[in-house]
């Protein structure tokens, strides 16, 4: 992955220790190397060339030397060279006998990029760059890297076995070949640059203050500063250039039903990047087809473009997905899929993002609305005894609205809480029908998205309703979102009900944002944005602020056209999920969002 987004700090003192100027400094209690580097703002692999003792750790009271940076004018010291075009840090390097990295650092580089006639100072510190065996090590200022991890960058040599390795830096053989992949189908050779990721010793994730970098700068930003973006999406460009270019005139031909939806979030991605654009984001979209091939993304993970890649938004099929998400743990580089994926795809990627909440998780934030706002109803809640998800949806339901409370060193129940009904469609729900109260409103929570099963939930309820005990009853259903979307429920009976759902977010086509939205797209398109494009729009406001903010941030959340996003891990070593949910309730046949306060 590209670093040159992150502007960390650089060395700008020579090598030559007799000519580095030193301070002192004393270890505190709970003092690492990283925190101290952190402190005096120098990089980590300077501290411990001048502390190598501290690769062992540090103990309270030690004195430690502190490398001060210093700039040589004098041309026994220092040499100057012009680049020429084509020239890149690596040739220069070579020429002088030098570190590629010493030549960075000592120009202050914030990438790798040259231009002609641009002036560089070359320190005069010899180092064999023909045949560098001696891994560099460098803490890099990576956002998907934790604050105690070390990235290794290690030169294969002659004789090195994976397992030496391993034994060397005391990390397992699969967390190598897991951050490089092509080890999987190379095996390991001479030369060859190893990416070593492992834990400082001494390092205490609380003793760090976390010193967050700015994306870009504000009057001195650097021009090549550039993220690059990778869109994955079955356009089929082929077949809809053919039908497009061989449709009779005033004739309408149809295009890919996937191609027409990978167009439409594409062009809510469109508008979403120039948006930042003018924000002050350098921006470089690549669109790779995907089709409906997988041998096709095989090629796109070895693509010389591709690999430049700092952010990868997309595929659709869940084996796509499956192939981009172990190239994105393999190199950290984040990707958020354009389908709503399972929350067990996220488990050991740490990489991804999830766009919208799970219904595990809906399940769990309906359980935490209903024991704040509905106390006084009476709660059943169903489940269907033939679907194994609802079955999880119910658990996740009980688990969350079942309070504890210690009695005699023991875990009891609340008297509130809510045991679960088992029903199968079918049947005919006699043990729901008793349980029905009435002077209470009946609050019936369905954990099913299944058509058929609501349907026939819904239909129980018309029938229970119309009886002579609970004609007069009051009713409230409460589910997913499907229960408001199914058409084989007529709406009067879903008013009758007051239905109430939970969802990833709907349109509001009041708000003066989306009117916006819809304005600029019929000026662009000549069209009306469907859906798909306020995800895509969603999709990519959401993950590029949120891993590349221009600014500090201490709390996240970004206000959707269609979906509000705060992501969240799901897992320590896990991937992202959105978990803001929305609620509403028809009434009166209007569609209200509730507020959760």
């Known amino acids: 992955m ?36 952190k402190k005096y703002q120098i990089n980590l692999n300077d501290f411990f060339n001048a502390n190598p003792q501290a690769a062992n750790g540090l103990s309270k009271g030690e004195i430690v030397k502190i490398p001060i940076p210093i ?29 590629f990295s010493s030549i960075k650092s000592f120009n202050l580089l914030n990438t790798n990029e040259l231009f002609k006639d641009q002036v560089l100072l070359i320190p005069n510190i010899i180092a064999d760059t023909i045949n560098e065996i001696k891994p560099l090590v460098k803490h890099v200022d990576h956002p998907l890297l934790k604050v105690c991890d070390t990235l290794v960058l290690h030169k294969v040599k002659k004789k090195e076995t994976l397992y030496s390795i391993s034994k060397n830096y005391g990390i397992p053989l699969d967390k190598i070949i897991k951050n490089n992949i092509f080890l999987e189908n190379e095996g390991l050779k001479k030369g060859q640059e190893l990416k070593i990721i492992y834990r400082i010793k001494d390092c205490i994730e609380d003793s760090i203050q976390t010193i967050p970098k700015k994306l870009f700068r504000d009057s001195n930003s650097v021009k090549d500063n550039v993220l690059n973006i990778s869109l994955l999406a079955p356009f089929f460009f082929k077949e809809s250039d053919s039908i497009v270019k061989n449709c009779p005139e005033d004739s309408k031909c149809e295009l890919n039903k996937l191609a027409v939806k990978s167009f439409s979030l594409y062009n809510g991605i469109k508008i979403a990047l120039n948006e930042l654009k003018k924000e002050g984001y350098n921006l470089e979209l690549t669109i790779y087809d995907t089709r409906f091939d997988t041998s096709i993304v095989k090629d796109i993970l070895e693509d010389s473009t591709f690999k430049n890649t700092d952010l990868i938004i997309g595929p659709i099929y869940s084996k796509n997905v499956k192939l981009l998400r172990k190239y994105s743990k393999g190199f950290h580089i984040p990707l958020i899929p354009l389908f709503n994926i399972p929350s067990q795809a996220l488990f050991n990627y740490p990489d991804i993002y999830k766009h919208k909440a799970s219904r595990s998780t809906q399940s769990k934030e309906m359980a935490n609305y209903l024991k704040v706002h509905n106390t006084d109803d009476n709660i059943l809640l169903i489940a269907d005894i033939d679907d194994r998800k609802s079955k999880v949806y119910e658990s996740i339901f009980t688990d969350s609205y079942n309070d504890s409370i210690l009695v005699n060193d023991s875990l009891v129940a609340q008297p509130d809480s809510i045991f679960p009904l088992f029903l199968k469609r079918g049947d005919e729900w006699e043990e729901l029908h008793s349980k029905l109260s009435k002077r209470k409103n009946n609050l019936i929570v369905v954990c099913s998205n299944q058509i058929p099963f609501l349907t026939y939930a819904f239909n129980q309820l018309i029938e229970f309703s119309n009886s002579q005990n609970h004609y007069k009853s009051k009713y409230t259903i409460f589910g997913f979102e499907e229960l408001y979307r199914m058409n084989t429920i007529d709406v009067k009976y879903k008013n009758k009900f007051n239905l109430h759902f939970t969802s990833v977010g709907l349109t509001n086509y009041d ?43 201490d709390n996240y959340f970004f206000k959707g056209l269609k979906t509000d996003v705060d992501f969240n891990k799901i897992d320590i070593n896990s991937g992202s999920e959105n978990t803001i949910i929305k609620f509403y309730k028809l009434s009166y046949y209007n569609l209200i969002e509730l507020s959760e306060n």
Do not use: M
Request: aromatic residues 12%; neutral net charge.
């Open 2 to 37: 590209s670093l040159c987004l992150f502007l960390g700090e650089s060395s700008i003192y020579s090598q030559d220790s007799s000519a580095i100027n030193f301070k002192a400094h004393e270890v505190t209690k709970g003092e690492t190397s990283y925190g101290i580097a």
């Open 71 to 99: 700039f040589f004018n004098n041309d026994s010291i220092v040499k100057k060279h012009v680049v020429k075009q084509g020239e890149t840090l690596w040739t220069i390097a070579k020429i002088y006998g030098v570190q």
């Open 511 to 553: 708000s003066k944002e989306v009117v916006k939205f819809i304005d600029h797209y019929k000026s662009v398109f000549s069209s009306e944005p469907t859906q798909l494009a306020f995800d895509g729009y969603d999709i990519t406001q959401s993950i590029i602020l949120r891993l590349f903010p221009k600014e500090n941030i």
